[in-house]
């Protein structure tokens, strides 16, 4: 982890929370000042499973994993954090430690706020505190959702799933390269390894994508709809 100081303020912060919008000048100015602005290299923890839960980190670039110690060898990932997501929020305000890690698949930046800054709004500032509370309750169902979503389907309909959600919601482009490993992949739709190899070795064969290395392409994203809402 790298702290870095940026030329911009939280004003005018071109990644800036919509949650800051009811925010007063002072309270603006407060974030600004107590903040840090920090760089993490792909395969850095960002927030540790039961580390003190000092700070909300916000993410403005890369992504994340959300998982959990199963066991000495396996994780449990629970989901993907994307730019523009606050990581700690299932547990900050309920927990004095972290329930789960978040793990850095690229390259990433975030923005870290003292957790006593945000309460000391919160207690000032009713429409910021209801955002809050709106944005938790948003992070909670997307996470509910979609292990809904993968645990009713196939083992076809989730790896179908997880490549059309990087294509279309994190990359927004058929050509991407895959930000986490053939296991991790597994550990987030919850097959075993050698599932995750065996299906993606038959859309290729399929010509519904092709593979070079990390590099994935789709090239026939209806068919890949197909499976995923077949389930």
């Known amino acids: 982890m790298e ?5 911009y303020d939280c004003m005018n912060c071109p990644f800036k929370s919509k949650l800051y919008l009811d925010l ?23 927030c540790g499973e039961g580390d003190d839960l000092e700070n909300l ?3 403005t670039k890369g992504l994340g994993k959300l998982h959990k110690k199963e066991s000495f060898k396996t994780d449990q990932i629970f989901n993907i954090v994307v730019p523009y997501d606050f990581i700690g929020f299932l547990s900050i305000f309920s927990e004095t430690n972290s329930k789960y890690s978040v793990t850095a698949i690229e390259d990433s930046v975030a923005c870290a706020v003292p957790v006593d ?10 429409n910021f505190a209801m955002k809050i509370i709106e944005n938790m309750s948003k992070v909670t169902d997307d996470i509910l959702e979609t292990r ?23 990359y927004k482009d058929n050509v991407f390269i895959m930000p ?15 599932n995750v190899i065996r299906i993606l070795s038959e859309f290729r064969k399929d010509n519904i994508i092709d593979i070079d290395g990390k590099i ?16």
């Open 3 to 7: 702290i870095i100081t940026t030329s």
């Open 24 to 46: 007063t000048a002072d309270e603006m100015q407060m974030i600004d000042k107590n903040r840090k602005e920090l760089i993490f290299k792909k395969g850095e923890v960002i």
């Open 57 to 59: 980190i916000y993410l």
């Open 117 to 126: 800054i945000i309460k000391k709004i919160i207690l000032s500032n009713g």
């Open 148 to 170: 809904f979503k993968l645990n009713k389907k196939h083992l076809r309909g989730r790896i179908a799933y997880i490549i059309l959600f990087l294509a279309k919601e994190v």
């Open 180 to 194: 986490i490993s053939r296991k991790e992949i597994a550990e987030l739709i919850n097959m075993t390894t050698e």
């Open 216 to 231: 994935i392409k789709v090239i026939d994203s209806i068919m890949l709809q197909k499976i995923c809402e077949a389930g």
